[in-house]
């Protein structure tokens, strides 16, 4: 078990709904980063906090949004939901800001109708 | 752009076999790589990592500059070893990875 965690495991919504997903990271791991896997796109990176500043953005679309909290745990509020925004969501936490070994979440399984 | 390339989206060996998962990838200088691997419905889990050079269940990789290669390589598949597996690098002054396309890789008793 890498430690993280994420809840809710599954998570099923109408188009144009919010949710929140929530991600524990590793005990005394300062970075969190949220992926997207889907069908067609893979595995792609949305965004990193580290310590709770916003660190990189990567192909994050502007109704999604995310939050690191002082505690360390992190957020990734999703709206105006659309049916192409079903897909596994993974939180992965490291130790620091640089190239350390990322380890992930078992994923939050969204589903849009 | 760094980018990496996963060439087979299937594998298919049967147990016992030699299995190689290809990876190539775009990156000028030393690049950091990773392997992970997703059983079933699990999360993703590093498998190995270049820089460590270490062999998990038996499982190595080399990483070869010349080719921009970092093949993924077992002596003898068991059928344990059926997942996805994926190859990933961090950008140059990133921490993010970009992961291949992914292998799904099965084993055939």
């Known amino acids: 078990d890498s430690g993280v965690t994420q809840t809710p495991k599954h998570l099923i919504t109408a188009t144009g709904q919010r949710v929140t997903l929530r991600c524990s990271p590793r005990?005394?791991?300062?970075?969190v980063y949220w992926y997207q896997q889907s069908l067609d796109q893979g595995l792609q990176f949305l965004i990193q906090y580290y310590n709770g500043e916003e660190r990189a953005k990567g192909n994050i679309l502007e109704r999604f949004s995310a939050q690191q909290f002082p505690d360390l745990h992190s957020e990734l509020n999703l709206s105006s939901l659309e049916l192409g925004d079903s897909a596994l969501y993974f939180c992965?936490?490291?130790?620091?800001?640089?190239?350390?070994?990322?380890?992930f979440g078992p994923g939050t399984r969204l589903t849009v109708l | 752009a760094q980018r990496v390339t996963q060439p087979e989206k299937l594998l298919s060996v049967f147990k016992g076999a030699p299995v190689e998962l290809k990876c190539n990838y775009s990156?000028?200088?030393?690049?950091?790589l990773f392997w992970y691997v997703q059983y079933s419905r699990q999360r993703l889990q590093l498998l190995l990592r270049?820089?460590s050079r270490e062999s998990i269940k038996g499982f190595t990789a080399d990483l070869n500059k010349g080719e921009t290669s970092f093949h993924l390589k077992k002596p003898f598949a068991q059928e344990e070893d059926s997942a996805m597996y994926y190859c990933a690098l961090p950008p140059r002054g990133a921490q993010k990875l970009v992961f291949g396309q992914g292998t799904r890789l099965t084993i055939n008793p």
């Open positions: 990156y000028s200088g030393s690049p950091e």
């Open positions: 005990s005394g791991d300062l970075s």
């Open positions: 992965a936490s490291s130790a620091s800001g640089r190239t350390d070994t990322q380890y």
């Open positions: 270049h820089i």
